[in-house]
């Protein structure tokens, strides 16, 4: 705090005046004043520059506009000069047609920067497609990209037991589809199944039909020469009485027709009996026909049963299979996979000094800096207009507007 005059000087004045005596009250006054010089003086000491501390201040400070040489001469006489490199100052810029970035500087020479340095690309893989729209970075899933591997272990296991089980649909169908044609037509895996079918039986009824219509035919065609022997028999037995002469030998030749009658009868019968034996054979081939024809179609309707299974149980899969691509999608764009941030590595070495610095304008710049704690900053000057364009989106996509 500045001092104020404390002290009243006393207008001492010569006998035979009285008016200021030398007694204790003016004496006090001259007193308290000598004090109070005293109390200043000590606090002026305490608090002055020390000499080493003066000589290092600065007594004046000099610039040349044309070098932008800054000269400091201090108190103690001595001078240092620093060059402020205002010929490194940019006065122009320009935006070529291969985007490059030339920056004219004061003394005439032109820095040439690369904006592509400024810019990262993105490339798309079989599994995730990169776009570009309107200056925004969008990722996506390719349709059937995502493989079995990319998958969680919970739904690998569930894909799996799928195709195991529907593998195992699949053989037992194939199985009864052999089983069918086994009893069907004959299979070279079963022995003996050659002579077992419905197609060999169906043949074999067809023979025996055949057989037995011929042996009935031809019964039927000899009972009817029985018959016609007979009658002839019978008339000439009438006409014997016609003559007796002829009698005896008539007589005998009605005998030897009535044996060869009853010869013929015999034979009818033989073979009506034969007929009569292929027919239950037929009979009996056609029953085991029919039981193959019935153990076929069970076999077939068990196939056709499990077939439809298999395919059920195969679109229910694939609908299974759907919803755990569309879980995994959703999970995926929500971050759900995203796990915390690891612990930040060692800190590399220090890179080779760079070029001497530009002095530009910095409304508008802004900067990404990870920190110790893992979050994503955004820095920007504090007398921008407005904040960087970067949000992020519903989807949880982070989103960086480049240009208007």
Same mark, same amino acid.
């Given at each position: ?7 009243? #000087? ?84 320009? #935006? ?309």
């Amino acid at each position: 705090m500045a001092l104020q005059p404390f002290y009243t #000087i006393t207008d001492w004045q010569n006998l035979p005046s009285q008016k200021t005596a030398l007694n204790r009250t003016n004496l006090l006054h001259t007193e308290n004043g000598v004090k109070e010089l005293d109390n200043r003086t000590v606090q002026l000491d305490a608090n002055k520059a020390d000499k080493s501390t003066v000589n290092a201040l600065v007594k004046d400070i000099t610039v040349d506009v044309d070098t932008g040489i800054l000269t400091i001469t201090y108190q103690n006489g001595s001078v240092k000069t620093y060059d402020l490199d205002i010929e490194k100052v940019v006065v122009n810029f320009d #935006i070529t047609d291969d985007d490059k970035l030339v920056l004219t500087l004061a003394d005439g020479t032109q820095k040439v920067i690369d904006l592509t340095r400024f810019v990262y690309s993105v490339d798309s893989t079989p599994t995730i497609t990169m776009k570009i729209l309107n200056r925004t970075i969008t990722a996506e899933i390719v349709d059937g990209s995502v493989t079995m591997e990319k998958l969680d272990a919970a739904i690998q296991t569930e894909f799996r037991q799928y195709m195991l089980d529907a593998q195992s649909a699949r053989d037992a169908a194939l199985q009864y589809q052999k089983f069918a044609k086994r009893y069907f037509e004959g299979d070279n895996d079963f022995p003996g199944s050659e002579t077992d079918n419905v197609k060999f039986y169906y043949g074999q009824i067809k023979e025996d039909a055949a057989t037995s219509g011929q042996n009935a035919q031809s019964a039927a065609e000899d009972a009817e020469i029985a018959a016609q022997q007979a009658g002839i028999a019978r008339q000439k037995a009438t006409n014997a009485s016609v003559s007796e002469t002829n009698a005896a030998a008539s007589a005998q030749i009605a005998t030897q027709k009535a044996a060869e009658a009853a010869a013929s009868e015999q034979i009818a019968k033989d073979k009506a009996d034969v007929s009569t034996a292929a027919a239950a054979t037929a009979t009996q081939k056609a029953s085991l026909a029919a039981e193959s024809e019935a153990n076929a179609k069970i076999y077939r309707d068990q196939t056709e049963s499990i077939a439809n299974e298999a395919v059920t149980d195969i679109a229910e899969a694939g609908g299974r299979v759907d919803n755990a691509l569309t879980d995994f999608n959703t999970k995926l764009l929500s971050g759900y996979f995203n796990g915390p941030m690891g612990p930040q590595g060692p800190q590399g070495k220090d890179g080779e000094r760079g070029a001497d610095a530009v002095v530009t304008q910095a409304n508008g710049t802004y900067a990404f800096q990870v920190r110790d704690n893992g979050h994503l900053y955004v820095l920007f000057p504090d007398s921008s207009a407005a904040p960087p364009p970067v949000r992020i989106n519903e989807a949880g996509h982070f989103i960086v507007k480049l240009g208007g």
